[in-house]
């Protein structure tokens, strides 16, 4: 967890911040610009909860067009440390609010925003959760019980999950997962290209043989940590 100081925040918020979203706003307490878009104030130190309908992208200020699907890490990874620390419930707890109650309140709101922040991130981090998200968004959710028609496809995991319950040799798992492997970076790339494309129901099936993709390799790591 992050821990930062009131007086670090006030005296360098742009140093903790320097990559914020780009749509910045006034603070509804005391009016001064906010370090971010984030409903943060380091001057007055008034913090509100986001709207519901608040993109992770417009957590990170970053682009969800013209492909929501391309995300570049060092920048997601820097915007949210940034933001973990401008909203850390630590600072928050006793800042600007007489009233006790005003200041568990501001704890709650921090807490609540933290979480946010957190969610966005882990969401955007990884291909998988990032492509449900995008589908989700374009009303396709992907869900446990969706299946592919894909034949060839599902006998291949078949015979993949196969080949792990019955190894004997670590060679035998490990060259699975180096083939496992390359049809994860393929699947990748097709679900960039089909979002670039807006083909969001190919993105689906996409996404769903990620998974099952992603089951394999969660498998094979289970079988060689015990090996």
Same mark, same amino acid.
């Given at each position: 967890?992050? !821990? #930062?100081?009131?007086?670090? *925040?006030?005296?360098?918020?742009?140093?903790?911040?320097?990559?914020?979203?780009?749509?910045?706003?006034?603070?509804?307490?005391?009016?001064?610009? &906010?370090?971010?878009? *984030?409903?943060?104030?380091?001057?007055?130190?008034?913090?509100? !909860?986001?709207?519901?309908?608040?993109?992770?992208?417009?957590?990170?200020? &970053?682009?969800?067009?013209?492909?929501?699907?391309?995300?570049?890490?060092?920048?997601? +990874? %820097?915007?949210?440390?940034?933001?973990?620390?401008?909203?850390?419930?630590?600072?928050?707890?006793? +800042?600007?609010? +007489?009233?006790?109650?005003?200041?568990?309140?501001?704890?709650? #709101?921090?807490?609540?925003? !933290?979480?946010?922040?957190?969610?966005?991130?882990?969401?955007?981090?990884?291909?998988?959760?990032?492509?449900?998200?995008?589908?989700?968004?374009?009303?396709?959710?992907?869900?446990?019980?969706?299946?592919?028609?894909?034949?060839?496809?599902? !006998?291949?995991?078949?015979?993949?999950? %196969?080949?792990?319950?019955?190894?004997?040799?670590?060679?035998?798992?490990?060259? *699975? #997962? +180096?083939?496992?492997?390359?049809?994860?970076? %393929?699947?990748?790339?097709?679900?960039?290209?089909?979002?670039?494309?807006?083909?969001?129901?190919?993105?689906?099936?996409?996404?769903?043989?990620?998974?099952?993709?992603?089951?394999?390799?969660?498998?094979?790591?289970?079988?060689?940590?015990?090996?």
């Amino acid at each position: 967890m992050f !821990s #930062v100081s009131r007086k670090i *925040l006030r005296q360098h918020p742009a140093r903790y911040f320097h990559s914020s979203l780009s749509r910045k706003s006034n603070c509804p307490s005391c009016t001064k610009v &906010l370090p971010s878009s *984030l409903p943060a104030c380091t001057n007055c130190w008034h913090i509100s !909860s986001l709207p519901h309908n608040t993109k992770h992208y417009e957590i990170f200020g &970053l682009p969800d067009e013209p492909n929501p699907f391309v995300i570049h890490l060092p920048t997601l +990874k %820097e915007r949210f440390r940034s933001a973990q620390v401008l909203c850390h419930p630590d600072s928050w707890a006793s +800042k600007g609010a +007489k009233a006790d109650m005003l200041r568990k309140n501001k704890l709650v #709101v921090a807490q609540t925003l !933290s979480a946010r922040i957190n969610e966005a991130y882990q969401c955007l981090l990884k291909p998988l959760s990032r492509a449900e998200y995008i589908l989700n968004c374009h009303h396709l959710p992907v869900s446990e019980a969706d299946q592919i028609d894909d034949i060839q496809f599902i !006998s291949g995991i078949m015979d993949a999950r %196969e080949t792990i319950e019955d190894a004997t040799e670590k060679s035998q798992v490990e060259n *699975l #997962v +180096k083939k496992n492997t390359s049809e994860i970076r %393929e699947t990748i790339q097709e679900l960039e290209n089909l979002f670039g494309r807006a083909q969001w129901e190919d993105a689906k099936s996409a996404a769903i043989r990620l998974r099952y993709l992603e089951g394999i390799e969660r498998a094979a790591k289970r079988w060689l940590d015990d090996a």
